[in-house]
């Protein structure tokens, strides 16, 4: 499909994600994928952010309101947790599961999503997995409308984490 995958080597495709233990048998498979040059560790607690904003387009996905560009003390999440505030009031998904510093898997409009981290030489490997159980007709649009949302959230987390302001 047209926009499933995303700066991921077919290893990390092929590898196991959290939320395929959530939906076994998914409509539709998402990947992307990107090296931050700072530890898990430091990445982390950018991830873990998303609790706060969903560090995507803020014009679009936020209501304009910008995304945090500064670390702030947010608990790690735990299953049950709002995800993510719209313009920094309205939840738009919850804490599926949690490995601090390892994965945060997130259900958000009827998806669900792995962001895991893996140790790569010096730095980490930010991998995105999708999956939505019954896609129906609009399976293509949630890869197409996802691929430049999630890419641009991947991007600034990498910039956020490596200490890079554009």
Do not use: F
Not at 41 to 47: A, T
Not at 52 to 60: E, G, K, S, T
Not at 102 to 116: A, C, F, I, N, R
């Amino acid at each position: 499909m047209i926009g499933d995958r995303w700066g991921v080597t077919d290893h990390e495709v092929a590898r196991r994600y959290p939320c395929d233990d959530l939906v076994p048998s998914p409509a539709v498979e998402l990947w992307r994928g990107v090296t931050v040059h700072a530890s898990p560790e430091r990445l982390w607690r950018w991830v873990r952010q998303l609790q706060l904003a969903p560090y995507a387009y803020d014009v679009i996905d936020n209501l304009g309101r910008r995304s945090p560009r500064e670390l702030r003390e947010v608990p790690d999440p735990q299953p049950g947790d709002p995800m993510s505030h719209v313009g920094g009031r309205w939840p738009i998904g919850r804490v599926l599961a949690t490995a601090p510093g390892e994965h945060l898997t997130v259900g958000v409009m009827g998806s669900v999503m792995s962001y895991v981290l893996v140790p790569h030489g010096d730095g980490t490997r930010l991998l995105l997995k999708v999956v939505v159980e019954k896609a129906r007709w609009y399976g293509r649009a949630v890869a197409l409308g996802d691929w430049p949302m999630a890419r641009r959230q991947l991007l600034n987390w990498k910039q956020l984490a490596e200490g890079v302001t554009r």
